[in-house]
């Protein structure tokens, strides 16, 4: 079993950046594979980066491609998510997720945090 938290959401002008984080607790962290996700009101919820159990591979959303950076560091149990340039479409609701591996993640997640709220203003 693991346990997900996340941090870090909050409210940001367009053009800012926010950085979120993901705490994992329960089983070995390093073994999952880890991604974020959203969900805007009145939309579903749409994949926005995954990586690696070793961080060797990332993958973004086309829409924040450029603009996100996704990382983590294992000792820590922790998984992050740089927005940069945010834009008001960034708005919504940031879960994380993690999986045994980048098409579990990616998928259906084998775990899901309770989601932390984005608001970008413009």
């Known amino acids: 079993q693991v346990q997900l938290v996340e941090f870090g959401g909050g409210l940001a002008q367009a053009g800012g950046s926010l950085r979120l984080s993901c705490a994992a607790f329960?089983?070995?962290?390093?073994?999952?594979?880890m991604g974020w996700f959203r969900q805007a009101p009145g939309k579903e919820r749409e994949f926005v980066a995954a990586?690696?159990?070793?961080?060797?591979?990332?993958y973004y959303a086309n829409s924040v491609k450029g603009r996100f950076t996704i990382s983590r560091d294992n000792a820590k149990n922790t998984v992050y998510l740089q927005m940069n340039s945010l834009k008001p479409e960034d708005t919504a609701v940031y879960s994380c997720?993690?999986?045994?591996?980048?098409?579990?993640?990616?998928?259906?997640?084998?775990?899901w945090g309770q989601g932390t709220q984005v608001t970008v203003s413009s």
């Open positions: 990586i690696s159990w070793n961080g060797g591979s990332r």
């Open positions: 329960g089983r070995t962290f390093s073994i999952y594979a």
């Open positions: 997720a993690a999986g045994s591996t980048i098409i579990v993640v990616t998928t259906r997640g084998d775990y």
